[in-house]
């Protein structure tokens, strides 16, 4: 993967929100929302193992994806985005942070995920809308 243009934002997007770009019948208000977030030139995206897990999971017990386009899926992840994989350093950052802003198992996993990486906005429907430390503040782009 090239390095991103430093004009880009560096951003992260949670799950819920490409899974509303990816299944268009569940609301369609969202998913064009959802498409023009993951669609936006001016932003440089990064995905997580772990959002990339979660993405797969719901795609197949909810859209009924075949293994042959999950596999399409993961391998368009890491062909067109960066992606980060989840180490020993952000599992225990991830327990600090849940110790300290009391933050669930996996919103904090996702959280330092995108300090780890400088993402300037973490996109996201379920956690707390404006919440931030340092330079990552937490966006839902359907407020």
Known sequence: MTEPDKKDKICLIDSNIWLYAFIE???AVKSGIAKSVIQNKDIS???STQI??????????KA???EEKIRELIE?????YDVIGIDREILL?????REQHNFS??????FV?????DAEILYSEDMQDGFAIEKTRIVNPFK
């Open 105 to 110: 198992f996996w919103d904090s996993l996702i």
């Open 25 to 27: 019948t569940q609301n």
């Open 45 to 47: 995206i990064t995905v």
């Open 93 to 97: 950052k991830s327990s600090e942070m």
């Open 64 to 66: 009924h994806f075949s």
């Open 76 to 80: 368009n992840f890491h062909n067109k």
């Open 113 to 117: 995920s995108a300090l780890y990486v």
């Open 52 to 61: 990339i897990n979660e993405v797969c999971v719901n795609l197949i017990r």
